[in-house]
């Protein structure tokens, strides 16, 4: 069992350069896609990613909010996941308060572009793998 669960998740998830998230399709079936990292989260259960309103991504998380999130440390061979819901999120304090300088590369408009949109991630439950073995996490 970890010591600071949140902490030591916080950190690991902190050090990637990427990460993985999944959404559900019409048929059912998971599909997960690399990203960025997310821009903002509030200890490990709140997530919030930039992308385009536009993407397939956004249009399966609106039709099926089930979600996950996925960041591995492949250095340490260690990676938490985690399950919960996907919110597409438009208004104006939600996309100002993680846009950044450089993002009009993304998103030519700027912060008001239609095509940008926040995904904000509210984690359930999840499981962390670390030192060969795997345990259990609720998100509180």
């Known amino acids: 069992m970890l010591r600071d669960t949140e902490q030591t998740i916080g950190k690991l998830i902190d050090d ?4 993985f998230i999944s959404s559900v399709d019409g048929d059912g ?3 997960t896609k690399a990203m960025l990292p997310p821009r903002k989260r509030e200890g490990i259960k709140t997530f919030y990613f930039t992308t385009n309103t536009s993407s397939m991504r956004v249009a399966q998380y609106r039709e099926e909010p089930k979600a996950c999130i996925y960041f591995c440390d492949k250095r340490f061979f260690r990676g938490v996941m985690l399950k919960g819901t996907m919110e597409v999120l438009e208004d104006a304090a939600s996309k100002e308060m993680i846009w950044r ?5 993304y998103y030519p408009k700027g912060v008001t572009d239609p095509d940008y949109c926040v995904l904000r991630f509210t984690a359930r439950n999840g ?3 670390t ?3 795997s345990e259990d996490l609720t998100i509180v």
């Open 16 to 19: 990637q350069g990427v990460s």
């Open 29 to 31: 079936f998971p599909n």
């Open 101 to 105: 300088d450089g993002d009009t590369m």
């Open 127 to 129: 499981r962390f793998y």
């Open 131 to 133: 030192n060969f073995s």
